[in-house]
């Protein structure tokens, strides 16, 4: 993080650790979402703050917990407090009951209720007041995700001189469906306060100009390399794609702990020799599980021969269970988990074993291992990270990986991975059939490649490639980001990655193997591109 000369602030809705209040008292826990996990594990030496929720309300006295947490961390930590009512229609509310539905693109699910943005804006003036007590001028507050999309308006209407860029981890949608939201207008004006917006694939930022050019027609788009700038009522805004990784080194040291070894080798002795497939998802109905599991019984009704020789482990981690939609998607899921029980199992065979809890990071380690195939299937991603922990824990590159392709990862693992339509059953249970049959070392050659390019695209290189893209904004007109000569000298001087050859890749898999699941040169070339460290 040494592209910026002060600290990094970071703003997110939640801080990396909750406050639990108990009968005897209060509880410090580690947050358990991707976003603070990603995070913690990239921000290794920069000195700042991280600004979030702790899971108090106002007047509580949290200070010595995060003290106590922000030891041997080389950031501080500063609490935003909310009230219940805040909590209710500010998260519940605006940000998963509208926001989180119309980014994934399932309009139908959301509920325009006009108090829940009035809350939003109360909130997002709340962390931004938080935000601007903090800042000095020389710092970079980097504000993340969907819950926050207003605080930059709020923080230059402060004062705020420093640069802000914003990251979104889910998608963006397409002009179609985002002009049904009814405060359209001043959230993109709000986005174009910030000098850095990224998104993590090309079609999100794709779609965010789109909706630039629809909506705010006297927003100017210049097209350069890598990333786009965009100017808006005397600002000018780098808009980017950063597609976020994992830490790989420490997926893969922790996976290869004998403890881990030896808990996956009791997994395996359970199911004896079936094809261990495993699905591990937030309940969610973003994630596809009731198509995945009819996708499963399909198989099981197409292929009667896999009866008693395949198995599914579906993870499901509790979410959000106190909105409606997802207290409807658990009895669906359980629902259809008993009918394909009832219909396939036999004495010394469950065909699907259905787990509804949080997993310690060594369970989940332990089943990655475990696992022949790992199967992410959902309707819409922004990433889903699942599937790149998945390849990092699979040390003995034996397992297959089953990827969506409207998953974000779909597109950075479509060269190793099975790429299925998760809303076709057929090709999902055929996918899921192959993938049983495939040759070891096809099976090999595939996990070696996805790997491979985890570990180049990992999250260090995520954080690294965003704050670079720092110093592009607030230039003036006139020439496209990222041609001068400065950045054509850095781009140079970039350490070229050892990503094996694709076309070696290729030519190791079988002839059946590449006529069903061939590299397509497109794929080749953009691969190739990465390779060559194009961020």
């Known amino acids: 993080m040494n592209e ?76 935003v407090a909310l009230t219940e009512e805040e909590t209710a229609k500010f998260y519940s509310g605006f940000a998963n009951e509208i926001i989180w539905p119309l980014f994934h693109d399932m309009p139908s699910r959301c509920n325009f209720e006009p108090e829940y943005w009035e809350i939003y804006q109360r909130v997002n003036r709340k962390f931004a007041k938080v935000t601007a007590e903090t800042v000095q001028d020389d710092d970079f507050v980097w504000v993340h995700d969907y819950h926050l999309m207003l605080t930059a308006s709020a923080l230059r209407q402060a004062g705020v001189r420093a640069r802000m860029g914003f990251f979104l981890h889910i998608p963006f949608p397409s002009p179609d469906v985002f002009e049904k939201l009814p405060w359209k207008k001043p959230i993109l004006k709000s986005l174009l306060e910030f000098d850095v917006i990224g998104f993590q694939g090309d079609r999100d930022r794709s779609n965010f100009v789109s909706c630039l050019e629809r909506l705010l027609p006297e927003a100017t788009v210049e097209h350069g390399t890598p990333h786009l700038l965009v100017g808006q009522a005397g600002r ?21 702990r004998p403890e881990i070894a030896a808990h996956a080798a009791e997994l395996r002795r359970r199911v004896s020799d079936d094809v261990l497939v495993l699905g591990v998802d937030r309940l969610d109905y973003t994630k596809g599980i009731p198509e995945r599991l009819k996708s499963f019984r399909l198989l099981l009704r197409r292929f009667p021969e896999m009866r008693r020789h395949i198995t599914l482990v579906q993870v499901v981690v509790p979410s959000r269970e106190e909105i409606p939609n997802y207290k409807h998607l658990r009895r669906d ?37 475990a696992a022949d195939i790992g199967l992410v299937t959902p309707l819409k991603d922004g990433m889903n990270l699942v599937a790149k922990e998945f390849c990092a824990a699979q040390i003995d590159e034996r397992g297959v990986l089953i990827v969506s392709e409207f998953a974000g990862a779909g597109p950075e693992l479509r060269s190793g991975a099975i790429i299925v339509n998760p809303n076709d059953f057929a090709e999902v249970a ?99 591109g990465r390779a060559a460290g194009e961020d």
Not at 337 to 351: A, L, R
């Open 4 to 79: 910026i000369k002060g600290r990094v602030i970071n703003v997110s809705n939640r801080l990396p650790i909750l406050i639990r209040r108990h009968a005897g008292g209060a509880r410090l826990e580690r947050s358990s979402g991707g976003l603070a996990t990603a995070l913690e594990a990239g921000w290794r030496d920069q000195p700042g703050v991280w600004i979030g929720w702790a899971g108090t309300g106002p007047g509580e006295n949290i200070e010595p917990f995060l003290v106590r947490a922000a030891h041997r961390r080389s950031y501080t930590l500063r609490s």
């Open 236 to 256: 000018q805004t780098v808009v980017g794609t950063f597609p976020i990784g994992i830490d790989f080194e420490a997926f893969e040291r922790d996976a290869e």
């Open 333 to 369: 899921v359980e629902l259809l988990v008993s009918q394909i029980n009832g219909e396939f199992t036999e004495p010394g065979w469950v065909p699907v074993h259905y787990i509804h809890r949080n997993l310690s990071r060594n369970e989940l380690l332990a089943y990655y291992r």
């Open 430 to 528: 055929q996918a899921l059939y192959d993938a049983a049959h495939m040759s070891v070392d096809d099976k090999r050659c595939r996990m070696r490649l996805l790997r491979q390019i985890v570990k180049d695209h990992n999250v260090h290189r995520w954080i690294r490639s965003f704050l670079q893209a720092i110093p592009c904004a607030g230039r003036t007109r006139g020439g496209p980001v990222g041609d001068s000569q400065e950045s054509v000298a850095k781009a140079k001087e970039r350490p070229q990655s050892t990503m094996p050859g694709l076309a070696l890749v290729a030519a190791a898999l079988t002839p059946a193997s590449r006529s069903r699941y061939a590299m397509g040169k497109d794929a080749k070339l953009r691969m190739m």
